[in-house]
T-cell receptor
Framework: NAGVTQTPKFQVLKTGQSMTLQCAQD?????MSWYRQDPGMGLRLIHY???????DQGEVPNGYNVSRSTTEDFPLRLLSAAPSQTSVYFC??????????????FGDGTRLSIL | GDSVTQMEGPVTLSEEAFLTINCTYT??????LFWYVQYPGEGLQLLLK?????DKGSNKGFEATYRKETTSFHLEKGSVQVSDSAVYFC?????????????FGTGTSLTVIP
């Protein structure tokens, strides 16, 4: 039972480069989301999706794009990396946005450094 | 809007001490409440949950009771171990919200010393 799988686990980029963080879940969950975690700031929501073909912005969406072409996959794209995007990124999924008693399941994170 | 407030850390305790981490919430609907734990270098794992008022969630010796009257969900453990050293997050899920329904506290770091 893989759960939520994130790749890569570590990445170093140069300023201005672009890249895609991958996220896949095998639980047939409708709801998926991306967070960034920075020291002393907890988790901040970047983008989320309530189902295939539907995405929306969270608290800190600038500089990031997402798409949800399938139920399983929810990639996060950095368009032009900036040092301020150095962070740990977590993908999470949940059964359905309409069901409140189901928790989110988290991946192990991607540790991203922008030089 | 919805929000979760939890006590700031870091918290340092000796082994076998009693632990309380305070958590209060604001929600428009009737949310479910969760505690997650994050060990160093790992993602968040669900520790326990409660889905309605007066429910008590429990797991691995940790407990939390959903108190609607005080809008609280404090985490407790009677005797902590070194292996409990981690960051703890309080969270809610509110189905009344269209779109994003999950809200997290900022996390409380716990260190248990032998």
């Amino acid at each position: 039972n893989a759960g939520v799988t994130q790749t890569p686990k570590f990445q170093v980029l140069k300023t201005g480069q672009s890249m895609t963080l991958q996220c896949a879940q095998d639980m047939n969950h409708e709801y998926m989301s991306w967070y960034r975690q920075d020291p002393g700031m907890g988790l901040r929501l970047i983008h989320y999706s309530v189902g295939a073909g539907i995405t929306d912005q969270g608290e800190v969406p600038n500089g990031y794009n997402v798409s949800r072409s399938t139920t399983e996959d929810f990639p996060l794209r950095l368009l032009s990396a900036a040092p301020s995007q150095t962070s740990v990124y977590f993908c999470a999924s949940s059964y359905s946005y309409a069901v409140s008693n189901q928790p989110q399941h988290f991946g192990d994170g991607t540790r991203l450094s922008i030089l | 809007g919805d929000s979760v407030t939890q006590m700031e850390g870091p918290v340092t305790l000796s082994e076998e001490a009693f632990l309380t981490i305070n958590c209060t919430y604001t929600a428009t609907g009737y949310p479910s409440l969760f505690w997650y734990v994050q060990y160093p270098g790992e993602g968040l794992q669900l520790l326990l949950k409660a889905t309605k008022a007066d429910d008590k969630g429990s797991n691995k010796g940790f407990e939390a009771t959903y108190r609607k009257e005080t809008t609280s969900f404090h985490l407790e453990k009677g005797s902590v171990q070194v292996s409990d050293s981690a960051v703890y997050f309080c969270a809610l899920s509110d189905p009344k919200n269209t779109g994003n329904q999950f809200y997290f506290g900022t996390g409380t770091s716990l260190t248990v010393i032998p």
